[in-house]
């Protein structure tokens, strides 16, 4: 079936640092990705997505890219901010439309 | 801000009890998704509703069961109660063919049971 692996945090960073948040997924055809943030006590809002190989979602400076040579999907993100600080999934939506998640990367930014 | 509302926002129920938590989805949606949420960890896919009807179904009992409306509102109810079933509770809206395009998430309900 499909699955969604993430790096595991928690992960603390400086203001202005590189943010990277490795996910790697197993699925069978050609599923969609996306990253989703969760703020602490909030439900899931869409950070970013992509539908196909080499598309690359962005959002608020948020990056990643599809690559199916190699199944991955990492958000990467250049200059954090304090109000970064959050719960990221990586998600994958396969044929049967359903949304596999991974099990969450906390990071926190601090001033 | 995404126009997906889940009512309510908190509940508390003891063990054994019946509970129904209700989802509006975003206006042109005509799929709701539910997944439950245990407190550090991913989402799970409980099961999905297109056009009132359920189209798929993950590794959930029974006693997990839903209904999609006219209007495309939804409910869950969950009937006897476990300990374990105390989780983040979230609904998703989508449109197209059982759900094609993005899933946008409501902001959850959030169930205890003691």
């Known amino acids: 079936g499909n699955s969604v692996t993430q790096m595991e945090g928690p992960v603390t960073l400086s203001e202005e640092a590189f943010l990277t948040i490795n996910c790697t997924y197993t699925?069978?055809?050609?599923?969609?990705l996306f990253w989703y943030v969760q703020y602490p006590g909030e439900g899931l809002q869409l950070l970013l997505k992509a539908t196909k190989a080499d598309d690359k979602g962005s959002n608020k400076g948020f990056e990643a890219t599809y690559r199916k040579e190699t199944t991955s999907f990492h958000l990467e993100k250049g200059s954090v901010q304090v109000s970064d600080s959050a719960v990221y999934f990586c998600?994958?939506?396969?044929?049967?439309?359903?949304?596999?998640f991974g099990a969450g990367t906390t990071v926190t930014v601090r001033a | 801000e995404t126009g997906v509302t889940q009512s309510p926002t908190h509940l508390i129920k003891t063990r054994g009890q019946q509970v129904t938590l209700r989802c509006s989805s975003q206006s042109g949606h005509n799929t709701v998704s539910w997944y439950q949420q245990a407190l550090g960890q991913g989402p799970q896919f409980i099961f999905q509703y297109y056009r009132e009807e359920e189209n798929g179904r993950g590794n959930f009992p029974p006693r997990f069961s839903g209904l999609q409306f006219p209007n495309y509102s939804s409910e869950l109810n969950v009937n006897a109660l476990e300990l374990d079933d105390s989780a983040l509770y979230l609904c998703?809206?989508?449109?197209?063919?059982?759900?094609?395009?993005?899933?946008?998430f409501g902001p959850g309900t959030r169930l205890l049971v003691l």
């Open positions: 998703a809206s989508s449109s197209g063919d059982r759900g094609r395009e993005t899933q946008y």
């Open positions: 998600a994958l939506k396969g044929n049967d439309y359903k949304l596999s």
């Open positions: 699925a069978t055809g050609y599923p969609s």
